[in-house]
Nanobody
Framework: QVRLVESGGGLVQAGGPLRLSCAAS????????VGWYRQAPGKQRELVAV???????TYIDAAKGRFTISRDNAKNTIYLQMNNLKPEDTAVYYC??????WGQGTQVTVSS
């Protein structure tokens, strides 16, 4: 079973940056759909940014221009650089790897 471990969440003021990391227990990131989802209180989990199986990236509209997903296959790690954070970005952020592998989540709280 693949284990995904997120880190890097926390409390930040609006306009500030955070970088999330997700380390996998195996070389799962090299060929699969991998990325980040988030779930805000009372809302459904939503895609934030992913690498497709072909290596391209997809972002939710709210993340475009502010968030950047990246990967280091040698370290079995993916990252989410989040800049210009807004209070509406407050959520638990989850790492995902196809087909059904999820991390435990890391809380991101943006204060206004």
């Amino acid at each position: 079973q693949v284990r995904l471990v997120e880190s890097g969440g926390g409390l930040v003021q609006a306009g500030g940056p955070l970088r999330l990391s997700c380390a996998a227990s195996g070389s799962i990131f090299s060929a699969n759909v991998v990325g980040w989802y988030r779930q805000a209180p009372g809302k459904q989990r939503e895609l934030v940014a992913v690498f497709t199986s072909g290596g391209s990236t997809t972002y939710i509209d709210a993340a475009k221009g502010r968030f950047t997903i990246s990967r280091d296959n040698a370290k079995n790690t993916i990252y989410l650089q989040m800049n210009n954070l807004k209070p509406e970005d407050t959520a638990v952020y989850y790492c995902y790897a196809w087909p059904t592998n999820w991390g435990q989540g890391t809380q991101v709280t943006v204060s206004s």
